[in-house]
């Protein structure tokens, strides 16, 4: 009995201690949605585990799609059509979460009025231009918020 309360005494003294949990819940506090627009060649840089909803949106996928089912096309209009009506499913199939990702990105993008890229959206709000950095950007905006 003594030796399973010593156990958890130090789990949870061990839990408390550690400097990386409360440390970035405590930075991270008051996020609660990051949105970064991006075109597909700009590395951005995404945290894997985060305790706010983040989303990537590659607001140029559909020109990337596009180029990528020209390339595969027969030269005569006619082979290409039939070629087009042949795959088309497992083009949709293929590509459909991409064109997805990138119309909800660009309608996103214009609702939020953004003018260049990259942007990072924190609380459907704060606009921050030219970084790629998820972290970078929720630490600037964390700085401005404690400003205020």
């Known amino acids: 009995m003594m030796r399973a309360l010593a156990c958890s005494w130090i789990v949870a003294a061990a839990t408390l201690l ?9 930075a991270q506090a008051g996020v609660t949605t990051v949105e970064v627009f991006a075109n597909s060649a700009t590395h951005v840089r995404a945290l ?4 706010y909803l ?3 949106y590659r607001v140029d996928a ?3 799609i596009s180029l990528q089912l020209s390339v595969r096309l027969p030269g ?3 082979q290409a059509r039939a070629y087009m009506l042949q ?5 949709r ?6 064109i997805l990702n990138a119309a909800h990105g660009m309608s996103l993008a214009i609702h939020y009025r953004l003018d260049r890229l990259p ?3 924190i609380n459907r709000s704060a606009v921050i231009y030219g970084v790629a950095d998820v972290e970078q950007a929720v630490a600037l905006y964390q700085q401005s918020r404690g400003r205020r």
């Open 93 to 98: 199939k293929r590509y459909k979460d991409q």
């Open 62 to 64: 559909m020109a990337a």
């Open 87 to 91: 795959a088309e499913a497992q083009i």
């Open 18 to 26: 550690s400097p990386t949990a409360p440390a970035f819940a405590q």
């Open 76 to 78: 005569d209009e006619a």
């Open 54 to 56: 983040q989303r990537v």
């Open 48 to 51: 894997p585990q985060t305790p």
């Open 119 to 121: 942007a990072i959206v």
